[in-house]
């Protein structure tokens, strides 16, 4: 059985466990990290020296770096689902996972760490406030991909959609300022209707 290591409300985690149901696959999930602690115990750094979750183990195989475990899961466990079999399509579906991580996930860290983990006197409001601009400039470019087809991955989910459908989220649960980006709001309304988005994703903020 796969084992996953990682706190639930972690949006790394949360990326794996979304991906593993939508697989269909059975995992064991064990509780490290954040409240949790454990990161810093040999057992867990001789499974990842950087000592940060999520973490899988697979049978004899070991890996971390959330993106790469779900890449991982999606072709192994959901090959022409999750994973598609055109190089063309699964191109574009690493193009939207690396997008989310490496250029949406800079402002979007400022803002959910100023309103979600930080108190209400100690925010930089001047900060989080440029970082929901560019967030939201950066969101109409996934607005317009997302008026050409039903998913980033294209017709049907794919592992293109997991790193943004994570953290889009917080984007619509968040009290801040929206543009009106219809066909991303579409998208965000089609993953609450998946039960596993549901279960794993679509939770308060924490």
């Given amino acids: 059985m796969l084992k996953i290591w990682g706190r639930s409300n972690s949006n790394n985690v949360k990326k794996v466990l979304w991906c593993a149901a939508e697989a269909g696959i059975a995992y064991e999930r064990i509780d490290v990290g954040g409240a949790y602690g454990g990161l810093d115990r040999p057992e867990f750094a001789a499974l990842n020296p950087n000592q ?77 406030d440029a970082a929901v601009a560019r967030a939201a400039r950066l969101l109409t470019i996934a607005d317009d991909q997302l008026a050409r087809q039903p998913y980033l991955s294209g017709a049907s989910l794919g592992m293109g959609d997991i790193p943004l459908g994570v953290l889009i989220h917080a984007w619509f649960t968040l009290p801040i300022e929206r543009p009106d980006l219809p066909n991303l709001a579409r998208w965000y309304d089609q993953l609450l209707t998946r039960p596993a988005y549901q279960k794993l994703v679509a939770q308060p903020l924490s």
């Fill in 52 to 128: 940060t979750i999520p973490v899988v183990e697979d049978s004899d195989l070991v890996l971390w770096e959330s993106n790469a475990i779900v890449r991982y899961i999606a072709s192994r466990y959901a090959p022409g689902m999750l994973y598609a079999d055109d190089p063309s399509r699964r191109a574009l579906a690493d193009l939207w996972m690396d997008w989310a991580s490496l250029t949406f996930l800079p402002p979007f860290i400022t803002i959910f760490q100023g309103l979600v983990r930080t108190p209400p006197a100690q925010r930089d409001m001047e900060a989080i």
